[in-house]
């Protein structure tokens, strides 16, 4: 492909300007929610399940995944945490 004017610009979305999540929270994503009964989820407080997210998080350091099941064991760990706290 062969551009005729010069690029002015590139943006870069990081998360909520163009894409959103589609339950209205990165953490709990979709498909976490087909396992998750909302009616329980629902009678969690909002401090007890941030400070489920806070120690779940530990799980998810920034790294590069260098398989697809290395990346499963770090999120199956992350819900499970969340699960048990």
Avoid at 52 to 65: G, P, R, V, W
């Amino acid at each position: 492909m062969k551009i005729k004017k010069p690029v002015r610009g590139l943006f870069f979305d990081l998360g909520w300007t163009i894409f959103r999540p589609a339950t209205g929270d990165w953490r709990m994503t979709a498909k976490a929610l087909e396992y998750i009964n909302p009616q329980i989820l629902g009678t969690i407080t909002q401090d007890k399940l941030n400070a489920a997210f806070s120690k779940a998080d530990e799980y998810l350091i920034n790294e590069i995944y260098k398989t697809e099941d290395e990346e499963f064991a770090r999120y199956k760990d992350y819900y499970v945490t969340i699960a048990r706290s």
